[in-house]
Each structure stands twice: as C-alpha cells, then as structure tokens.
C-alpha cells in the first residue's frame, strides 16, 4: 500500500507565478520528508527536506510546509522559472526493518511555461 | 568523476543473458542503495548496503543479486531477465550507515533497462 501519494501527475505554471506541489503520506511514524527534482535521463536530485519538529523549512525560492495533523507537506516555489520544469518527488523517512528507509511518491511533472 | 555514477546508462538485454549494472559513489559515504523505477510508479527499494553489509532485501526476486566489494562499489548482476524487469534502476548512497537516522539520499543517474 502506498504510503505517499502525490495525487497531482502533473502542473502546469507561467513563468514567474507560485508552483505549489502537494504531497500526502499516511504513516504516523515517518518524521522526516524531502522533496527531489528529475529531469530526464538523470537521478533525482535532492532539493529540500523538512523535519518534523519544524513545519516550514525555506531555501531561496523553495519553501517547504508541513502539516502534521492533516498529513501533508507542499512545496512551494516562487518566482517560477523555466528551468524548474521537471518531475518533482516527495519522499519521507519512516523506521523499516532496517531502520530509516525513504518512501517515494509517484512524482509531479511541473511545466512553467514563459 | 564526482557524486554518483552509473554504468552502462542503457542496456538491452534478452531473457537468457547475464549481466552487470556498476554504481560508484565518489562522495565517501556509508550506505549504497539499489531502485528500481518503473513507468507510472513510485521508486521501489530493492536493497540496502550499510558499511558493505547488506541490511534489507525487500522481496526482490533472486534474478537480481547485489553485490557491494567495497564502500564505493556497488554492483547489479542480472540473469534470465523478464520484460516485466524493464525499468530504470537508480543507485544512491547517503552519509551515514543506512538506517542510523534520517539521512539525505543523492542519486546517480540510472541505468535504463530493456528486457526483450
């Protein structure tokens, strides 16, 4: 069972607008979130991530929210460029067997347009 | 060379064939990772190796078997492959040994894999 959904597959934005991604788990447990970019033909990259102990974390046009009680997380970036258009992963970080492993949501596919 | 590197980025192979996917990680970490990604679904872990010990097996089938050398090293070996195995396999690695806390995974670039 899917544990992060990122029930949006794609986003579409004109340049210089807020893109806002939004992100839902449903494990309790997990306490710490991150989201990556892909472009294709490449890895995931990390981008920001947020601890649960906080409900925003900010790095220059990437701001990411928690809301622990609605089990929710977004991504907010703001102006838009161009150059952000890619596929956009939320992942959290829950106890496994092994201990801390990351749980991927499907992606977003965000566009800006110019 | 710097971060995380994979080799070959794309391979073809039939159902019959044995094959290797390589992972180096240039970033002096302790836990090296196995993904597979599949069209339309969330990244899958398939293996976890924390100080060149492996610490999770999440229900891979035995056609896929890892193999990690050294802390730097990471390897795929492929064998009588299904089509349904056709995906994109991406290696991490992150600082600390896997599963001692939270910790920021950073990603190669995948080896794209064809089945025939």
Request: net charge negative.
């Given at each position: 069972d899917q544990q992060v959904k990122q029930n949006s597959p794609s986003l579409s934005v004109q340049e210089g607008r807020i893109s806002i991604l939004n992100c839902d788990y449903t494990?309790?447990?997990?306490d710490y979130f991150l989201w990556y970019k892909k472009y294709p033909a490449e890895g995931p990259t990390f981008l920001i991530s947020i601890s649960s102990i906080k409900d925003k974390n900010e790095d220059g046009r990437f701001t990411v929210f928690l809301n622990k009680s609605a089990k929710h997380l977004s991504l907010h970036i703001v102006?838009?460029?161009?150059?952000?258009?890619a596929v956009y992963f939320c992942a959290a970080s829950g106890v496994s067997n092994s201990g801390y492993a990351l749980n991927f949501g499907k992606g977003t596919s965000l566009l800006v347009t110019p | 060379e710097t971060g995380v590197t994979q080799t070959p980025r794309h391979l073809v192979m039939g159902m019959t064939n044995k094959k290797s996917l390589k992972c180096e990680q240039?970033?002096?970490?302790n836990a090296m990772y196995w993904y597979k990604q599949s069209a339309k679904k969330p990244l899958e872990l398939m293996f976890v190796y924390s100080l060149e010990e492996?610490?999770?097996?999440?229900?891979?089938?035995?056609?896929f078997s890892p193999e990690c050398p050294n802390s730097s090293h990471l390897f795929l070996h492929l064998h009588t492959?299904?089509?349904?195995?056709s995906a994109l396999y991406l290696c991490a690695s992150s600082?600390?040994?896997?599963?001692s806390k939270r910790d920021t995974q950073y990603f190669g670039p995948g080896t794209r894999l064809t089945v025939l």
């Open positions: 494990n309790s447990m997990f102006p838009s460029q161009p150059g952000d258009s | 240039h970033l002096g970490h492996r610490v999770e097996n999440n229900s891979v089938p035995s056609r492959l299904q089509p349904e195995d600082q600390d040994p896997a599963g």
